[in-house]
């Protein structure tokens, strides 16, 4: 005979969840307890918890400019401070006057390191029509972002930045966004152990200094980003003059964005018109 595991109340959870170090472990036990279907299945889910899986790779879900986003285990969590990166866009998106081309209507989009699709699905969600696609050289990201913005007919693509993108793109993007790693190598074993052992690596070494591959998404964008397009890259406050310089070397006219509520920096390259 199965034998169904006891209850959790909700203050046995929040002590449980305190013990295991979870700062914010009122809140957690809140969304465990209203994700799970069964009280086997939240015994399970406490218990990847207490392991140390980030919670959103327990609720199969994060929270994203208001959205619920699809984030399986082993994807990189989208944070919070990249909702700043997708109000930019948003803001650029807005501000676009060039009239578009004959063969389409909707703005053009690429979305570089999509992760879960957590930028792209934002902004579709804010703006309506797109014509959205996302790369990531990560299958199981690549898998989680279908699932986020298939529906509203973007396409996603598997491979290392623009080579897997549809050639036809190139000069017709209006916004391209890049949350590309850029914690440097020597400093990932400072991160959160939830960051260092259950997010992949690629999605957050950034080479040396943290700005290899923004140099190289830099280094294309010209080719792809139409006349007045834009291309947006979040980074850290310390790395932005350098990230600069590196648009200036690609052609780009850069400005930087900042928010000191969500602690995020955005250096926005615009291509000449």
């Known amino acids: 005979m199965t034998v169904s595991p006891p209850l959790l109340s909700p203050s046995a959870l929040v002590t449980r969840l305190r013990a295991a170090g979870c700062v914010f472990a009122e809140d957690e036990a809140r969304l465990l ?58 803001a650029h998106l807005g501000a676009t006057t060039r009239a578009p081309a004959p063969d389409r ?50 396409r996603v693509f598997e491979g290392d930045l623009y080579e897997p993108l549809p050639t036809a793109l190139r000069g017709r993007v209006d916004i391209l966004v890049a949350n590309a790693p850029y914690v440097p190598s020597e400093a990932i074993g400072l991160l959160p152990v939830e960051a260092r052992v259950h997010e992949p690596r690629a999605a957050l070494d950034g080479g040396a200094d943290g700005l290899d591959v923004q140099r190289r998404v830099a280094a294309e964008a010209p080719l792809w980003l139409a006349p007045g397009g834009h291309l947006l890259v979040e980074t850290s406050e310390c790395q932005a003059p350098r990230t600069v310089e590196t648009f200036l070397g690609n052609g780009l006219i850069p400005t930087v964005a900042t928010s000191d509520d969500l602690n995020a920096t955005v250096v926005i390259g615009t291509n000449p018109t």
Do not use: K
């Open 105 to 154: 209507t909707h703005p053009v989009v690429v979305d570089l390191c999509c992760g879960s699709g957590a930028v792209g699905a934002a902004l579709l969600d804010a703006l309506g029509h797109l014509e959205l696609y996302a790369a990531d050289i990560d299958p199981a990201a690549v898998a989680c972002a279908r699932r986020n913005v298939a529906a509203d007919g973007a």
């Open 33 to 90: 307890m209203s994700t799970a279907r069964t009280p086997a299945d939240l015994a399970a889910m406490v218990d990847r918890r207490v392991d140390g899986l980030p919670l959103e790779h327990v609720l199969g879900w994060a929270e994203f400019c208001g959205l619920r986003v699809a984030v399986d285990p082993g994807v990189f969590v989208p944070r919070r401070r990249t909702e700043f990166l997708v109000h930019q866009a948003a």
